[in-house]
Each structure stands twice: as structure tokens, then as C-alpha cells.
């Protein structure tokens, strides 16, 4: 079992800029960070896996950048540039399953909740205009 435990989330202006954290108590081969808005399902943001590959949801790409801390089973989340659209509650995920090889995988896998094992708690994160 692995706990993750994050931390980051708040309240800011748009164009402001959050950073989330997210702890691992063991090993993930593919960690994520997904959002979920009131009244909206949740929905992938951000995912990397050791491997260094990465994607990102379309409407934060430039603006969100993932980092994976491999030695200390971290996964961040750099959020620059928010909009009121960016409001959330940011939830970590991992697993110690790796996305395959082939063209598109780490994109299905951020599409793809049940692909991931174990959730955080969740962060607010409020972006007032």
C-alpha cells in the first residue's frame, strides 16, 4: 500500500502562480496529479512516469509542468499563469504500473482513472478573478 500526502493548494489571483507537492510512501512507476471542479467529474491534469515521459491535459499545457523527484518518491506540480478555470480540488495518484512503450500511452494513462492504485486526499486550489 502507498500513501500519498499532498500539500501546495490554496487561494490565488489569476496569473498567480501554486506549486503542489505530493509525498509517496513507497515506490510509483507513474505518478499523476487530476482535478476535480464542483458539479464536474475529475478529469487527468498532469502524469510522468521514471521513465521522464510526460503529458498534460490540452488546456494547461504551457502553463503546468510536472516534476517526479525519483529518489525521494515525489511529484509536483508547478501551476503558472491560473485562470478561475484552473479552480479545483487537485488530488495525487500513482501506481507502480508503467504506461507501454507505444506512441500514446502516457496520454491514455492520464485519461485513465482506473489505470491508478492509490489516491491523496486532495488540495483546494481557488483561483478568484
Known amino acids: 500500500q502507498v500513501q500519498l500526502t499532498e500539500s501546495g493548494g490554496g487561494s490565488v489571483q489569476a496569473g498567480g502562480s501554486l506549486r503542489l507537492s505530493c509525498a509517496a510512501s513507497?515506490?510509483?512507476?507513474?505518478m499523476a496529479w487530476f482535478r476535480q471542479a464542483p458539479g464536474k467529474e475529475r478529469e487527468g491534469v498532469a502524469v510522468v512516469t521514471r521513465d521522464r515521459r510526460a503529458a498534460y491535459l490540452d488546456s494547461v499545457r504551457g502553463r503546468f509542468t510536472i516534476s517526479l523527484d525519483n529518489a525521494d518518491n515525489k511529484v509536483y506540480l508547478q501551476m503558472n499563469n491560473l485562470t478561475p478555470e484552473d479552480t479545483a480540488v487537485y488530488y495525487c495518484a500513482a501506481t507502480r504500473s508503467t504506461p507501454l512503450a507505444a506512441a500514446g500511452s502516457v496520454l491514455q494513462a492520464l485519461h485513465t482513472i482506473a489505470f491508478y492504485n492509490y489516491w491523496g486526499q486532495g488540495t483546494q486550489v481557488t483561483v478568484s478573478s
Open positions: 513507497g515506490y510509483s512507476a507513474t
